[in-house]
């Protein structure tokens, strides 16, 4: 099984933190020693006019000295410390099966780094900032904080509380998109609290009796909620679609790649149309087809798709092809279609994809070649064809399980009739 490479990840932020802190312990080193040598040598009579002046530099110089290998300790012990801190937090959840090593049970959850530019990631169980982790399922309150409202500085905090008090923060930078990032995660989390920090901090003198009821109120949220209620975005299920049929396990290897490339709006190969069919999926599946796609409704999607076979047979284009049985998916997701309309919608623009490419990778290569023209972006481009090296690597991926070249009849024989 794969592991996501958080150690390295981890390691790589503290080891930048640590490089940062001692470029400026270095610089502030320089500066001191130049001034003793310039003022105490060259500029000797600088010194003797003004000598409570440089006195006073000489200090400022020294004070930068100690705050900055300050700071560079503080670093230092962190890039050695976060291994255990991760622990430790991590144990605060699991006081049956404590862990030793925290890598192994996060790396087989954790799916991305949030929009590769936050060092925030997300898995099904766990959310983990730099050195700390907690359980998505434990989480009470997503917060937002302009650290500007209180000190000098440009960058944001987005603060995470649990339901036993425990809290972890994490500064961002205005390039690193704090608030779309925090409306991200409110999104996931639409039961919890949510709203400036500072504004619920303040509502810190409420009485005993009103924290008592908050409390209580909260475990009634919880026990209600135990069924039927998705682990990862707390929105209502609403159908079990997960993959009975080979037929289903086809349709979603034909897209597969991009559900790969996309890890932010949890994908899974374990359910037909590649997302849990929740509350949360259908309005974003419905978000996507509306924008770009400006599907409303099913005639508008049944054009669209034989708008996409059509060219997709005439060009040879797996990014025609590619994509039509992505938005029939969405679709079903979206609520727009039935689990058997997907299986009678698909089936002519499988068998076209079959017909027109003789393998996965020949599908995937001519999508990728649409999809470098439509993106244009360097960065997208090889983000994209790492996500596809990345499935054909893998053994247990749908590409190297599910033949492209497969009976389609029977597979759609054996779903529409045992469906029914």
């Given at each position: 099984?794969?592991?996501?490479?958080l150690?390295?990840?981890?390691?790589r932020?503290y080891?930048?933190?640590?490089?940062?802190a001692?470029?400026?312990?270095i610089?502030?080193?320089?500066v001191?020693?130049?001034g003793?040598?310039y003022?105490?040598?060259p500029?000797?009579e600088l010194?003797?006019r003004?000598?409570v002046?440089l006195?006073?530099?000489c200090a400022?110089?020294?004070?930068g000295?100690?705050?900055?290998?300050?700071?560079l300790l503080?670093r230092?012990?962190?890039l050695l410390n976060?291994?255990?801190?991760?622990?430790?937090?991590m144990?605060?959840?699991?006081?049956?099966?404590?862990?030793?090593d925290?890598y192994?049970?996060l790396?087989?959850?954790i799916r991305?780094?949030?929009?590769d530019?936050?060092?925030?990631?997300?898995?099904?169980?766990?959310?983990?900032?730099?050195?700390q982790a907690?359980k998505?399922?434990e989480?009470?309150?997503?917060l937002f904080?302009?650290?500007?409202?209180?000190?000098?500085?440009?960058?944001c905090r987005?603060h995470?509380?649990?339901?036993?008090?425990?809290?972890?923060?994490?500064?961002l930078?205005?390039n690193?998109a704090?608030?779309?990032i925090?409306?991200?995660?409110?999104?996931?989390?639409p039961?919890?609290n949510?709203?400036n920090?500072l504004?619920?901090q303040?509502l810190?003198?409420?009485?005993?009796?009103q924290?008592?009821?908050?409390?209580?109120?909260?475990?009634?949220?919880?026990?209600?909620?135990?069924l039927?209620?998705?682990?990862?975005?707390?929105s209502?299920v609403l159908e079990?679609n997960?993959?009975r049929?080979e037929y289903?396990?086809w349709l979603?290897?034909?897209?597969?790649?991009?559900i790969a490339a996309?890890p932010?709006?949890?994908?899974d190969?374990?359910?037909?149309?590649?997302y849990?069919?929740?509350?949360y999926?259908r309005d974003?599946?419905?978000?996507?087809?509306?924008?770009?796609w400006?599907?409303h409704n099913k005639?508008e999607?049944?054009d669209t798709?034989?708008?996409?076979?059509?060219t997709?047979?005439?060009?040879?284009?797996g990014?025609q092809?590619?994509r039509?049985?992505m938005?029939?998916g969405?679709a079903?997701?979206?609520e727009?279609?039935?689990?058997?309309?997907?299986?009678?919608?698909?089936?002519?623009?499988?068998?076209a994809?079959q017909q027109t490419?003789s393998?996965?990778?020949e599908?995937f290569?001519?999508y990728?070649e649409?999809?470098?023209?439509?993106?244009?972006?360097?960065?997208?481009?090889?983000?994209?064809?790492n996500?596809l090296?990345q499935?054909l690597?893998?053994?247990?991926?749908l590409?190297?399980t599910?033949?492209l070249?497969?009976d389609?009849h029977?597979?759609y024989?054996?779903?529409t009739?045992?469906?029914?």
């Amino acid at each position: 099984m794969k592991f996501y490479p958080l150690e390295k990840k981890l390691r790589r932020y503290y080891v930048e933190k640590f490089r940062a802190a001692l470029v400026w312990t270095i610089f502030w080193c320089g500066v001191w020693s130049a001034g003793i040598e310039y003022f105490y040598g060259p500029g000797m009579e600088l010194t003797e006019r003004y000598p409570v002046f440089l006195g006073g530099l000489c200090a400022i110089g020294l004070v930068g000295i100690l705050v900055s290998f300050g700071y560079l300790l503080v670093r230092l012990v962190s890039l050695l410390n976060f291994t255990g801190s991760l622990k430790r937090s991590m144990n605060r959840y699991l006081p049956q099966t404590p862990v030793t090593d925290p890598y192994p049970v996060l790396g087989q959850d954790i799916r991305c780094r949030l929009f590769d530019i936050a060092d925030i990631y997300l898995g099904k169980d766990w959310i983990v900032f730099p050195g700390q982790a907690m359980k998505r399922d434990e989480i009470a309150s997503i917060l937002f904080e302009r650290l500007s409202d209180r000190f000098l500085s440009k960058k944001c905090r987005l603060h995470i509380k649990d339901n036993r008090g425990n809290s972890m923060y994490l500064d961002l930078t205005r390039n690193q998109a704090p608030e779309y990032i925090y409306h991200y995660l409110v999104g996931l989390h639409p039961e919890i609290n949510k709203g400036n920090y500072l504004a619920q901090q303040g509502l810190g003198a409420i009485s005993a009796y009103q924290k008592k009821q908050e409390e209580m109120n909260q475990e009634e949220k919880r026990a209600d909620t135990h069924l039927g209620i998705s682990r990862w975005d707390k929105s209502p299920v609403l159908e079990d679609n997960h993959i009975r049929y080979e037929y289903e396990r086809w349709l979603l290897a034909s897209y597969s790649l991009y559900i790969a490339a996309d890890p932010q709006h949890h994908g899974d190969f374990a359910y037909v149309g590649g997302y849990e069919r929740t509350a949360y999926q259908r309005d974003n599946a419905r978000e996507l087809l509306e924008e770009p796609w400006d599907i409303h409704n099913k005639e508008e999607l049944l054009d669209t798709v034989q708008h996409l076979i059509q060219t997709g047979r005439s060009r040879r284009s797996g990014w025609q092809l590619g994509r039509a049985p992505m938005i029939l998916g969405f679709a079903y997701i979206a609520e727009m279609i039935t689990r058997e309309e997907l299986f009678a919608y698909s089936l002519d623009v499988a068998l076209a994809i079959q017909q027109t490419f003789s393998s996965w990778q020949e599908l995937f290569e001519s999508y990728m070649e649409g999809y470098a023209a439509w993106a244009k972006r360097k960065k997208h481009i090889a983000h994209r064809r790492n996500a596809l090296h990345q499935l054909l690597r893998d053994p247990a991926s749908l590409i190297n399980t599910v033949p492209l070249q497969s009976d389609l009849h029977a597979l759609y024989q054996e779903a529409t009739v045992q469906s029914l």
